[in-house]
Nanobody, 114 residues
Framework: QVQLVESGGGLVQPGGSLRLSCAAS???????MGWYRQAPGKQREWVAA???????TYAVFVTGRFTISRDNTKDTVYLQMNNLKPEDTAVYYC?????????WGQGTQVTVSS
């Protein structure tokens, strides 16, 4: 069964940085992967995506601040987040993109606060 395991979240001050990781088991890693987030009281939203050949796309609200990457040898996708803002506070998840096709993992909490 495919599993997604996110890690790397934490508490950071505004302007700080974090690097999230998502380890994916199974054959889904041959597909386009995406990062998503869900803030308290809000719907889950897409953040960034990367194809198998590393073509990248970003939501407008993270463009220039976040960078998605992947290591196909490790079945892992990353999200480098710089210049974090309080509005980036959310649980971050990874899944296939554009449609989340597997069960969601537990996510990793990112809290941006002074």
């Amino acid at each position: 069964q495919v599993q997604l395991v996110e890690s790397g979240g934490g508490l950071v001050q505004p302007g700080g940085s974090l690097r999230l990781s998502c380890a994916a088991s199974g054959s889904i890693f041959t597909r386009t992967m995406g990062w998503y987030r869900q803030a308290p009281g809000k719907q889950r939203e897409w953040v960034a995506a990367i194809t198998l050949t590393s073509t990248k796309t970003y939501a407008v609200f993270v463009t220039g601040r976040f960078t998605i990457s992947r290591d196909n040898t490790k079945d892992t996708v990353y999200l480098q987040m710089n210049n974090l803002k309080p509005e980036d506070t959310a649980v971050y998840y990874c899944n296939t993109y554009p449609r989340a096709s597997v069960s969601w993992g537990q996510g990793t909490q990112v809290t941006v606060s002074s």
